[in-house]
């Protein structure tokens, strides 16, 4: 579903790069490093999807690309850089003017991102003058367009509702439709559809796909949810421990996983045409971003880990066309 | 919820105030007598033609105890709007800033909070002289303080709200921010704390006009009515009377409608109806 766009005119020129990201939050056990060299690419009107178990960094990668890392946490090292600027090196007014118009976020229950007490066309004409640079006398108007190109009917109707009135699924077209505001480049959608019925979560991710085509808009899509990625995502990274372990094209990372934990991701989701009756939960936890270890950090719960493993940390290997793995173990060892 | 009593209470409070800014407003037009002339008659007690009595000099209690509300709501109010505003920037600036800003702004309050609010007025007006401005730009400027902590802690509670970290994550300017997500949440905090504050500032105005400090004759206000009663109370009763029960009662009367108003105000409650019968702007 998701056609590859036509080579942009600046082929070799990417539109996010996000390299050797680390971000730390200081606490009273260490320093908790919740990205630990975070390291990917991602095309222009691209879509690249971002999976790892809860608590492996996904979130919080989002949050420093856009520099809103909640305090103490920071960014200590590495690059963002989008369009070729470098995003960390940003004043936090020049950072404002990229979110929003450059780049723009959404977040899961998107009923909470709005404020409760104002109605949502109100908030979506706000947007638009402040980031869209609609004219103030135009906003309403142009807030009620743009809550009908994201498909929802009566946009006059649901232009006066309040937050709490609308539905999860209304509430995450509204959400979009204020994340469109300042005709972004690069969309973050974080988690955006787990959480609403499967028929929603459809819909949600058919109109993304509309308007990143219409709008040669690339996408970053975070989940949890493999199936919704290998639906939306052309290219796909999955996140452990704050680093991403294996990345490469969709089809290639899921049809022939290399790294362990991501095949260990695959065989814990459920499916209908396996004959496997229970599904393989990974045991274990991964380790605590207060104590990484100087090791592979999947060590203690690989399946396929050998002596070297806690010897060495492993860097990042190519194994076929745009696919790389950080990983020392050959996979030909372990069944897929 | 006690609502419907508490309804009927805010009424009566919201009543009393607006009477007594009637009172205020239409002084000239309502006095039976220029509240500074002298009369014949001294010391007359309430009747047909002095309806509440003479002063010790035979001014008519009425028409100054209608323009001693002047002299009260004028003050009160100014003052409290001095005070809401300087601490509603200060709250705002010091929960979003936090670090540094916080905590300068933080200490400023506690060290201010430090020093009696009355013993700051004296201090000042000993060196500026007695007026009616000076009391209320005083009551302003020391009466910011507790605004400022309320606000401070309700940005504080609401800054990590995940609305404001997705305003921020499409864009929108921290100013606007603050102004137009932020401070609506804080308005009934502000609304509660304005109208304790008017009962407050309403009595320290009356304390500083008793002692002289305050307003000046030959205006009246009713903290001076008192003053001017001390010798002759015990026979002109109703010299302490009136003055005395129109300070209770608007002091009173503010923090019932303060209460009123921020069950109304508060913007978690009650806001479908609004929106079921809302328009289109």
């Known amino acids: 579903m998701n056609a590859l766009a036509p080579m942009p005119s600046t082929p070799s020129l990417a539109l996010l790069e996000v390299e050797g990201l680390r971000t730390e939050f200081p606490s009273a056990e260490g320093i908790a490093r919740v990205l630990d060299g975070v390291t990917f690419t991602l095309a222009r009107a691209d879509t690249l999807g971002l999976v790892g178990e809860s608590g492996s960094g996904k979130t919080m990668t989002a949050l420093s690309i856009l520099g809103l890392v909640p305090p103490p946490g920071k960014v200590t090292s590495g690059a963002v850089r989008f369009e070729g600027t470098e995003l960390l090196k940003l004043g936090p007014e020049a950072l404002r003017r990229v979110r929003g118009r450059r780049i723009a976020l959404i977040f899961q229950e998107p009923n909470g991102t709005f404020d409760p007490v104002m109605q949502v066309g109100a908030q979506v004409a706000e947007l638009l003058r402040e980031v869209g640079d609609v004219e103030t006398r135009a906003a309403d108007r142009e807030a009620v367009d743009l809550l009908r190109k994201v498909h929802l009917p009566d946009p006059s109707r649901v232009a006066r509702l309040y937050p709490h009135q609308l539905s999860g699924g209304m509430g995450q077209r509204v959400a979009v439709a204020m994340a469109l505001a300042g005709r972004p480049k690069l969309l973050i959608a974080d988690e955006a559809a787990s959480g609403l019925d499967l028929t929603i979560q459809a819909q949600i991710r058919e109109l993304l796909s509309e308007v990143q085509s219409e709008r040669r808009m690339a996408m970053l899509w975070i989940s949890h949810d493999l199936g919704s990625v290998a639906q939306v995502a052309s290219r796909v990274a999955v996140m452990y421990a704050g680093r991403i372990v294996e990345t490469g094209p969709t089809r290639r990372v899921f049809g022939a996983p290399h790294h362990p934990y991501t095949r260990a991701l695959l065989r814990a989701r459920p499916t209908l045409d396996r004959r496997r009756r229970s599904l393989e939960a990974l045991a274990g936890a991964a380790p605590l971003p207060t104590r990484l270890p100087a090791h592979c950090p999947f060590y203690d719960r690989c399946p396929a880990r050998e002596e070297r493993c806690r010897q060495e940390d492993p860097i990042e290997r190519s194994v076929g066309p745009a696919h790389k793995v950080r990983c020392l173990v050959d996979p030909s060892s372990g069944a897929s | ?281």
């Open chain 2, 1 to 281: 919820m006690p609502s419907s009593l508490g309804r009927r209470a805010a009424q009566v409070g919201g009543a009393i105030v607006v009477l007594a800014w009637a009172a205020a407003l239409f002084a000239p037009i309502l006095s039976p007598y220029d509240p500074a002339a002298f009369e014949r008659m001294q010391l007359a007690p309430p009747g047909s033609t002095h309806w509440l009595g003479t002063d010790e000099i035979g001014r008519d209690v009425l028409s100054r105890l209608l323009f001693g509300a002047r002299s009260s709501l004028l003050v009160g109010w100014l003052a409290v709007v001095i005070a809401i505003s300087i601490g509603t920037v200060v709250g705002l600036v010091a929960g979003w800033g936090g670090g540094v800003v916080d905590a300068v702004a933080m200490r400023s309050v506690d060290l201010l909070l430090a020093f009696p609010r009355l013993f700051l007025a004296l201090l000042v007006i000993a060196f500026w002289g007695p007026s009616a401005w000076l009391v209320t730009v005083v009551l302003g400027l020391t009466g910011w303080m507790t605004t400022a902590r309320l606000v401070r802690a309700q940005v504080l509670a609401l800054r990590d709200r995940e609305f404001i970290v997705a305003a921020r994550a499409v864009g929108m300017p921290v100013r606007r921010l603050l102004w137009r997500h932020l401070l609506p949440q804080c308005t009934g905090t502000i609304v509660v704390a304005a109208t304790l504050m008017l009962g407050n500032t309403i009595l320290a105005e009356s304390a500083l006009s008793f002692l002289g400090l305050g307003v000046q004759v030959p205006d009246a206000s009713w903290g001076g009515m008192l003053n001017e009663a001390r010798g002759v109370w015990r026979s002109a009763w109703w010299l302490a009377l009136f003055p005395g029960v129109l300070i209770t009662c608007t002091v009173i009367a503010h923090n019932l409608l303060g209460d009123g108003l921020r069950d109304w105000l508060d913007p978690r409650m009650s806001r479908i109806e609004s929106a079921e019968r809302g328009n289109s702007e």
